[in-house]
Nanobody, 125 residues
Framework: QVQLVEAGGGLVQAGGSLRLSCAAS????????MGWFRQAPRKEREFVAA?????????YGDSVKGRFTISRDNAKNTTVYLQMNGLISEDTAVYYC?????????????????WGQGTQVTVSS
């Protein structure tokens, strides 16, 4: 089993920044990738960003490209971060961290076996 714990959410003004973190524990060796998704009220869960186990490949959803950056702790590849800059009200959502164990499309929710509880991000305009 794998446990994922997110941190770093909160309330921020439009144009501001936040950094989310996700720490994975348990059977995390040789995972394929880790990702961030978000879900706003009355909307489907949306892909935000993902990073490969090696940290060499990163992927982003169209709505966050150029504003968000996903990274991995090089010392502990079981911790990933999501740096969010230039936040806008449309970024308000619960952000979920997820871990994928097998080679799949990292941009789809169906690819991930494990999910965190989520952390709320609220952007005030």
């Amino acid at each position: 089993q794998v446990q994922l714990v997110e941190a770093g959410g909160g309330l921020v003004q439009a144009g501001g920044s936040l950094r989310l973190s996700c720490a994975a524990s348990g059977r995390t060796f040789n995972y394929y990738g880790m990702g961030w998704f978000r879900q706003a009220p009355r909307k489907e869960r949306e892909f935000v960003a993902a990073i490969s186990w090696s940290g060499r490949k990163a992927y982003y959803g169209d709505s966050v490209k150029g504003r968000f950056t996903i990274s991995r702790d090089n010392a502990k590849n079981t911790t990933v971060y999501l740096q969010m800059n230039g936040l806008i009200s449309e970024d308000t959502a619960v952000y979920y961290c997820a871990l994928c164990n097998t080679p799949r499309n990292l941009a789809t929710t169906e690819s991930y076996e494990y999910w965190g509880q989520g952390t709320q991000v609220t952007v005030s305009s």
